[in-house]
C-alpha cells in the first residue's frame, strides 16, 4: 500500500478503531446507556427512529444551506471590500473581529424576539456563525497581493480593478475554499444551537427531546447525523477544489 492509499483508508481505519475501542470500553466497564451508549446502541436507535431523524435532519440540512448560501454572498462581499481599501481594512476588520467574538448563542433569544420561533432564527444563526471566515479569506486573499505583482501590473496599463478582478479573485480562491470547509461546519453548529432553544423541528430539537426523555442513544444518534452531514458537505467542497484550483496544489503531489 503506497502513502496515497495510506492517506486514503486512514480516517476509516481511525473511526473502526475508535469505534472498537469505545463499545469495548461500554461493554467492560458495563456503562449505562442513559450515561454514556455505546456504538451499537446508537446504530439501534438510528435505525428505529429513521424515519424520525430523516425528517429532522432535512430540516436542519435545509435550513443549514440557506444560512450557508447567505453567509457566502455576504461574506465574499464584505470580504471584497475590506480587502480592496486598506481604509475599509482598517475601519472594518477590528469592529468584525469584535463581534466574531461575541457567542452566537446568545443572539437566538434575540432574533426570537424579532422573527418569533422557527426558521428565521436558525437561518440568521447559522449565517452569523459562518460568514466571519469567508470574509477574512478573501480579504486576505486580496490583501495580501504581491505589491511587485501589482506595480508590474501597472506599469503594463491594468487599472486598480482590473488587478482585483483579474488577480487577485482567482489568487484568492485557495483561500475561499479553505474557509467554505471551516464555516459550513460552523453553519451547522448555529443551527443546531437555534433549533434546541427556538424551533420545533430539527436535529436540534430532537436532542432537547431525546435528553428530556433520557433517550441518551437517540441523543448521540442526531450528533452522529449532524457530523455525517458536516463532513460530506466538506469533503463536496475540498473535492470542488481540488478540481478548481488545482494550480494552488501543484506542489503537494508526491
Known amino acids: 500500500m503506497n502513502a496515497k492509499q495510506q492517506e486514503r483508508y486512514s480516517p476509516w481505519v481511525l ?11 461500554c461493554r467492560g466497564f458495563g456503562v449505562s446507556e442513559f ?3 455505546s ?34 454572498v455576504v461574506g465574499v462581499l464584505l470580504g471584497f471590500l475590506i480587502g480592496s481599501s486598506r481604509l475599509a481594512y482598517a475601519a472594518m476588520y477590528p469592529l468584525m ?14 432574533l426570537v424576539v424579532w422573527f418569533g420561533i422557527g426558521v428565521g432564527p436558525a437561518v440568521l444563526t447559522a449565517f452569523l456563525i459562518s460568514f466571519f471566515p469567508i470574509t477574512v479569506n478573501i480579504a486576505t486573499g486580496l490583501a495580501t497581493l504581491e505589491p511587485e505583482l501589482e506595480d508590474v501590473l501597472r506599469v503594463l496599463g491594468a487599472r486598480r480593478w482590473d488587478v482585483l478582478v483579474k488577480v487577485g479573485l482567482p489568487r484568492s480562491m485557495p483561500y475561499f475554499y479553505g474557509s467554505l470547509k471551516v464555516a459550513i461546519t460552523l453553519a451547522f453548529v448555529g443551527t443546531t444551537v437555534s433549533e434546541m432553544t427556538a424551533a420545533n423541528e430539527g436535529i436540534g430539537y430532537l436532542l432537547i427531546s431525546a435528553g428530556s426523555s433520557m433517550q441518551m442513544g437517540l441523543a448521540f444518534a442526531g450528533l452522529v447525523v449532524v457530523g455525517v452531514m458536516a463532513m460530506v458537505m466538506y469533503e463536496l467542497f475540498a473535492v470542488i477544489e481540488k478540481r ?11
Open 97 to 110: 473581529t469584535a463581534f466574531n467574538a461575541l457567542p452566537k448563542a446568545a443572539f437566538v433569544p434575540i
Open 39 to 72: 456504538p451499537s446502541r446508537i446504530a439501534e436507535q438510528l435505525w428505529e427512529f429513521r424515519g424520525t431523524i430523516l425528517g429532522h435532519a432535512w430540516r436542519t440540512f435545509w435550513v443549514t444551506m440557506v444560512g450557508f448560501a447567505l453567509a457566502i
Open 15 to 25: 473511526l473502526v478503531l475508535v469505534l472498537v475501542t469505545w463499545e469495548l470500553l
Open 244 to 254: 478548481t484550483t488545482a494550480w494552488a496544489h501543484r506542489g503537494s503531489a508526491a
Open 35 to 37: 450515561i454514556f451508549p
